[in-house]
């Protein structure tokens, strides 16, 4: 049967059924086309793109207008997968109605069909209120990168009961604010498996092991095109860096030698005509 259009419904049975979620992040067109043509469910147009492919040393310098441009490119490549935009940093803590004004954009100007915000029970007003606005909202707890300041660095969280304990009782406030789904990032086994247990909700995981409902990585580092650092919880499946490198420099040397462009590539006017230049 020809894959159909990815919906909230379409989470639930894979979940009811038994089988995983799959999300990957992209950025552009091409990206996102690759994605959808692996079939993978989920598009998250994350706000790591600031790190990524914008170059910033953190994901707080993306703005809004920045993240609507590629979720419109994200959207153009992928027909079938469902888009999440990720709200940036300060779209959505100032108010709970610019919270609401941001997340409408991600959906009537970028094509998205939910954003995703981050933050544990204290989002609960926001997730509401996007979610009362007809908007999807995916949480987002553990590792939060846009207040890693606040957390005393990129650091695993929910280490001891207590904050574990915490972080189950975020999943469920969230989850009672409406949120569709939940990303847990960089989290114990144990606590996303409790989370996940304790959720009507899909769970999906980055760094929290394998009992989620769903995982997700960011494209860059599964390909090997982010050179900066790889963190723990990534499986680079291909290591393009590299090879992009070495087909670059052999361009460069095929030109400066002349070797490049040949006959293949060049077009040549019929004998009569060249005489008459
Ligand atoms: O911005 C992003 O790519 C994310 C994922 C790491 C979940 O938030």
């Known amino acids: 049967m020809a894959r159909q259009k990815v919906t ?27 994605v959808d043509q692996a079939e993978i469910d989920a598009i998250l147009v994350g706000d790591s793109l600031a790190m ?73 007003p926001v997730v509401k209120a996007i979610t009362d606005a007809g908007i999807p909202v995916c949480a987002h707890i553990g590792l939060t990168p846009q207040t890693a300041t606040k957390l ?56 929290a092991g394998k009992y989620c409902d769903g995982q997700v990585l960011v494209y860059h580092d599964v390909v090997g095109l982010f050179e900066r650092f790889t963190p723990k919880m990534v499986k680079q499946y291909v290591n393009l860096a590299p090879m992009v490198r070495e087909a ?6 095929e030109v400066e030698k002349g070797i490049f462009p040949g006959p293949e590539h060049s077009f040549v006017m019929k004998a009569e005509e060249s005489a008459k230049l």
Request: hydrophobic share 40%; charged share 25%; proline share 3%.
């Open 8 to 34: 909230i419904s379409y989470f639930e049975k894979k979940v009811s059924d038994g089988s995983k979620i799959t999300m990957m992040t992209a950025y552009d067109y091409p990206t996102a086309s690759l």
């Open 152 to 207: 005393s660095g990129f650091k695993v969280q929910g280490k001891d009961a207590e904050s574990a304990n915490k972080l189950v009782r975020s999943a469920k406030d969230l989850e009672d604010a409406g949120a569709f789904m939940i990303v847990l990032e960089c989290i114990p086994d144990q606590v996303a498996s409790k989370i996940t247990d304790s959720l009507k909700i899909p769970t999906i995981g980055i760094g």
């Open 52 to 124: 990524v492919v914008l170059g910033y040393e953190s994901t707080v310098p993306v703005t809004m207008d920045e993240m609507i441009h590629h979720c419109k490119a994200v959207r153009r490549g992928a027909k079938l997968g469902f888009i999440i935009g990720d709200m940036p940093f300060m779209s959505y803590q100032v108010s709970v109605e610019k919270a609401v004004e941001n997340a409408g954009r991600f959906i009537k100007e970028a094509g998205c069909e939910a954003v995703k915000l981050e933050g544990g029970s204290e989002m609960v």
């Open 248 to 253: 670059l420099i052999q361009y460069r040397e």
